[in-house]
């Protein structure tokens, strides 16, 4: 990345504006995403390793769009095992589908509903064999307690799992399977269809869902199976916890606190390199490049960069401590590597241009956190405000909420006491935007703004994004110039 306007202070994101280039890339769908970190990722994007976001179905959609997901560090063992495993068990290319059997009644089918986008239930009978679906409006006007039997429709469209393949097939192949699944259900009048192998529900594929498979390449391992990460904290026994995700079949490990460039973080990433764990790890978090450097020397792959600018973070407004984001990661990147490492963002980005800046400066990854919470599949319920709006609760991972979560096995006394020092908001309402209600939605959104901005810059990959980006500073009023305007002036 080169300066129109060389910065005498550090930046944000807000701070800066890309200009564009001379460029031989003719579609944005010619630009590769694919991350250069050892990760595998197909797109550049983690999901945050937050109580309010990551969980097994945002890991699991992640995943099968080419990102990842990091599962938090407060998880019980028993449980990450679990949802590993959940994860691992799941299909590639075809969504994992809300299940009920047709003794169980509306109120039930009411209730999942809304854990997916697409807003529908299949309706099994005892074999797993599809008997038909159930979606919002076959319930309305419907005793909450009748049996789905009597409301059900029966499904025009079941397609077949052999026609789809598993995500291992030639693109192209797979690309002509997922058109003739589409025109299927174009001709058939509907935007959803149950997916049977050998007579057994196997998965269900949506409209949306056909197009994305064709746009997007699943994060798989060497067994083809789904890709999720997981976070460990540097207090306790770190080399036990990391050998256990290992075993679980973790595909990327995230040594994480607020503060990377301590010593306990030097102790933790020589437990877990003692293990030669064979996956990528991750360490942070800092905002310098000697910081950067000295975590990579130590054996880290990935830094992870950011104090203070998450969405729920009060650390800057507590302690003074952190640093302008876009600053931060240019720097980081540069010495991370010089040190032979990459870096992921982590935090501060609130729209596709951002995301954008982050990797012309120099990361491989961009984590996002609170954007993500209020989606269908980040963990916590759907709740209405007052206005009928549905949102999400999101807090930070340093609020004394997390603290209290985190420390549930302590005694009251000691529990209630680490509450005292918090450093994150214990409660917000993320609210579900009503046309981007999935995180699949937001990735088509910044996918589709970071493909833009790297053909307007001329870079058909993220490595060319880097040499080629040219920035400049702007003002306030420059960044207000770039906003649409919602209502004539």
Known sequence: MRFLNEPTTDLTYSDLFLVPSRSDVTSRLDVDLTADDGTGSAIPLVAANMTAVTGKRMAETMARRGGLGVLPQDVPLDVIRDVTAWIKGRHPVLETPVTLAPTDTVIDALHLMGKRPHGAVVVVDESGAVTGVVR???????????????????????????????????????????????????????????????????????????????????SLDKDGRLKVAAAVGINGDVAGRAAELLAAGVNVLVLDTAHGHQQKMFDALAAVKGLNPGVPVVAGNVVTGGATRELIEAGADIVKVGVGPGAMCTTRMMTAVGRPQFSAVLECSAAAREAGGRVWADGGVRYPRDVALALAAGASQVMIGSWFAGTHESPGDLQLDAAGRQYKESFGMASARAVQNRNQREGAFEKDRKALFEEGISTSRMYVDAARPGVEDLLDMI?????????????????AFRERAVAGIQSAAGYEEGRPVPQSW
């Open 136 to 218: 919002a409006a076959d319930c309305e006007g419907q005793d909450r307690f009748a049996s789905l039997a009597s409301v059900v429709r029966h499904q025009p469209l079941v397609l077949d799992a052999a026609q789809l393949g598993n995500g291992s097939a030639a693109a192209a192949d797979a690309a002509q399977a997922l058109r003739r699944a589409f025109e299927a259900m174009d001709a058939a009048g509907t935007d959803y269809a149950p997916v049977q192998q050998d007579g057994v529900l196997a998965g269900v594929l949506t409209r949306k869902g056909a197009l994305r498979s064709t746009l997007y390449r699943p």
């Open 447 to 463: 996918t589709a703004g970071l493909r833009s901005s790297m053909s307007y810059a001329g870079a058909a990959d993220l490595a």
